[in-house]
Nanobody, 115 residues
Framework: QVQLVESGGGLVQPGGSLRLSCAASGFTVRTYAMNWYRQAPGKERELVATITSTGDSINYADSVKGRFTISRDNAKNTVYLQMNRLKPEDTAVYYC????????WGKGTLVTVSS
């Protein structure tokens, strides 16, 4: 049974940092491309970052390039999103995603950037 569990969200001041984690079970993260999405209030869900199964291709939304880093720990079967220099417009629920035939989603973790 595929499960994705996000953690690490919270309230942070502008310019601060957070690291989100996505613990996977039921499959191995090194076998599939893994994605982070986010959805801000009143907006559509958007793709933030992707890491391929081999890790040789990583892509970011233009809005987070240079500030966010996606990575993967195969031993822990976990994917991370390191978020630096956070801005109020980064406020959203962040979701982990894997496409394994079907599209699997975690329940999300809320990130609020506010002073």
């Amino acid at each position: 049974q595929v499960q994705l569990v996000e953690s690490g969200g919270g309230l942070v001041q502008p310019g601060g940092s957070l690291r989100l984690s996505c613990a996977a079970s039921g499959f191995t993260v090194r076998t599939y491309a893994m994605n982070w999405y986010r959805q801000a209030p009143g907006k559509e869900r958007e793709l933030v970052a992707t890491i391929t199964s081999t890790g040789d291709s990583i892509n970011y939304a233009d809005s987070v390039k240079g500030r966010f880093t996606i990575s993967r720990d195969n031993a822990k079967n976990t994917v991370y999103l390191q978020m630096n220099r956070l801005k109020p417009e980064d406020t959203a629920v962040y979701y982990c995603n894997a496409r394994i035939g079907l599209n699997y989603w975690g329940k999300g973790t809320l990130v609020t950037v506010s002073s």
